[in-house]
């Protein structure tokens, strides 16, 4: 959370996170192209994904003490060996949509990358059970697509906020953003009527 006081606006992070190839990009790529006034959509390569960044000012976020709302839009690349990047792109988020892959045969890697996660989460000091986190269970549309009562059980012992989707279509994409902003923002009242709560940043 970052106060800009000469713009009157409150910038918020959130993160999409997940391994590889489950729909990180495809979520933010489909939010941009839908945004009516949208700023540059921001590529790091690496060798085998890509980092993705942007911010916008959404119309039905409101404001909070007299302050506009603006999202920041992060992925973070999923393979292991990136750790280091997605350590960096973890600090100071607001909030994190987990983008899990659907089909059975990436559970390993979404068990993978979950732990990552809990592991980056705690290196900045966030509250697992309380730090605004959604899970989205994407490629409903796969052959292999587990039920997810099964993905359920597998993928989400803490009871955390889930959305199906099939991000590459669309579907899904703006309830999962919709959800985690409604939470992120929530965290953010309560922490404006505790100021002396401590944060990571």
């Not at 953003?177 to 939470?183: A, D, E």
């Amino acid at each position: 959370m970052f106060l800009n006081y000469a713009t009157r606006e409150l910038n918020l992070k959130i993160v999409y996170y997940g391994p590889g190839l489950a729909g990180k990009t495809s979520n933010v790529k489909y939010v941009h192209r839908r945004l009516a006034k949208p700023t540059k959509l921001i590529t790091l390569e690496t060798e085998t994904e890509r980092t993705l960044f942007f911010d916008f000012l959404p119309v039905d976020a409101g404001e909070i003490n007299g302050f506009a709302i603006r999202l920041r839009l992060y992925t973070v690349p999923g393979q292991i060996f990136y750790q280091s990047t997605r350590h960096l792109v973890m600090r100071a988020a607001d909030g994190v949509v987990f983008v899990a892959d659907s089909q059975e045969p990436a559970m390993d890697r979404n068990r993978e990358s979950l732990e990552n996660l809990e592991e980056d989460m705690e290196a900045y000091g966030y509250d697992l059970d309380r730090h605004p986190r959604i899970i989205q269970y994407n490629k409903r549309d796969a052959p292999s697509a587990l039920g997810l009562s099964v993905l359920r059980d597998l993928l989400n012992p803490r009871g955390l906020p889930e959305q199906p989707a099939v991000a590459i279509i669309g579907e899904g994409v703006f309830p999962t953003l919709k959800r985690i902003t409604q939470q992120v923002l929530a965290d953010v009242r309560r922490q404006m009527r505790s100021p002396s709560r401590s944060r990571a940043s």
